[in-house]
Nanobody
């Protein structure tokens, strides 16, 4: 397993911002994404980015979250702004070399350990 190391989670008030980072230790992936999982909920797609730079977002975060990647550093970022209490979840970085749908969590073979994001009202 190639480790994906996440950082940047924490506690923030509603309306605030956080930036998550995910570094892949020793290879470059064609697609990287962020998913999140709230207690008692299924893991859901948040944002994804391809090697080409194409970006994809869940409707719930469009206009508030921005995904980006630094291919030279094998790192993907998730800039989260205008955070809401419903954004509270464990955020997971995911990566894959192949797949047909950036939204499908089952197409990602590599996962980070998760980082907690808590938004207080």
């Amino acid at each position: 397993q190639v480790p994906l190391v996440e950082s940047g989670g924490g506690l923030v008030q509603a309306g605030g911002s956080l930036r998550l980072s995910c570094a892949a230790s020793d290879r470059t992936f064609s697609r990287m994404a962020w998913f999140r999982q709230a207690p008692g909920q299924a893991r859901e797609f948040v944002a994804g980015i391809l090697w080409s730079g194409s970006k994809y977002y869940a409707d719930s975060v469009k206009g508030r979250f921005t995904i980006s990647r630094d291919n030279a550093k094998n790192t993907v970022y998730l800039q989260m702004s205008s955070l809401k209490p419903e954004d509270t979840a464990v955020y997971y970085c995911a990566a894959s070399q192949y797949g047909s749908s950036v939204y499908n969590r089952y197409e990602y073979g590599y996962w980070g350990q998760g980082t907690q994001v808590t938004v207080s009202s």
